[in-house]
């Protein structure tokens, strides 16, 4: 089945950093997504990205499909962007969604 | 994301009780999932609903017992578990799968067995 590498596994920076979280998988996909998890444990969507690049706010993520590799940006840290980051990509053909193992970040004021 | 709902938030069972966990959406999605979440390790899918019927068993211990009584609502019925079971256990909806459709998470319900 399709396997999904992310790093770094973790990430310390100061409040106001930049940084790039990245995600490699091993076969084609036709839907990349991107989730925060915050310290309460809530999943959130950040970005639905099979190919291309979207925007919201401080957060950009990319999808290079053809070379299997997808990059989440965070701009200006802030505290409250702790949490775990995880892609997830489905399996070929199926209901089941494959999770990289994450990036934990730990933003300090 | 607050559009699939769960409950409880929190729950404490003993060994021997029986429970339910709660999933609700309000979207449109006929593909509805649970999902087990352990400290510090991503999401593992247990079961997938397609339409209403049971899709998927990631073989799942019986003690497990999902139902999709309609297209929005979504139980997971818990009996005799056990303290291993302990952790978050996370609802999802999307459209079905062919459509590219992404996964929309509820806040999910830690489960605490003692």
């Known amino acids: 089945g399709i396997q999904v590498e992310q790093s770094p596994p973790d990430l310390i920076l100061q409040e106001g950093a930049n940084s790039t979280l990245r995600c490699n998988f091993s076969?084609?996909?036709?839907?990349l997504q991107w989730f925060h998890q915050n310290p309460w444990g809530q999943l959130i969507n950040l970005f639905y990205?099979?190919?291309g690049t979207k925007q919201n706010g401080r957060l950009s993520a990319t999808t290079v499909a053809t070379e299997r590799y997808s990059l989440l940006y965070i701009s200006s840290s802030q505290t409250t962007d702790s949490g775990v980051y995880f892609c997830?990509?489905?399996?070929?053909?199926?209901?089941?969604?494959?999770f990289g193992a994450g990036t934990r970040l730990f933003v300090k004021a | 994301d607050t559009e699939v709902t769960q409950t409880p938030k929190h729950l404490v069972m003993g060994m021997t009780n029986k429970k339910s966990l709660k999933c609700e959406q309000h979207?449109?999605?006929?593909?509805m999932y649970w999902y087990k979440q352990k400290a510090k390790k991503p999401p593992e899918l247990m079961f997938v609903?397609?339409?209403?019927?049971?899709?998927i068993n990631e073989s799942v211990p019986s003690r497990f017992s999902p139902e999709c009584p309609n297209s929005s609502l979504l139980n997971l019925h818990l009996h005799a578990l056990q303290p291993e079971d302990s952790a978050l256990y996370l609802c999802?909806?999307?459209?079905?799968?062919?459509?590219?459709?992404?996964?929309?998470f509820g806040n999910g319900t830690r489960l605490t067995v003692t």
């Open positions: 979207m449109g999605h006929r593909a």
């Open positions: 999802a909806s999307s459209h079905p799968r062919g459509e590219g459709s992404p996964l929309h």
């Open positions: 076969d084609s996909v036709n839907n």
């Open positions: 990205i099979p190919s």
């Open positions: 609903y397609s339409y209403e019927k049971l899709s």
């Open positions: 997830a990509v489905p399996n070929t053909g199926g209901f089941k969604t494959i």
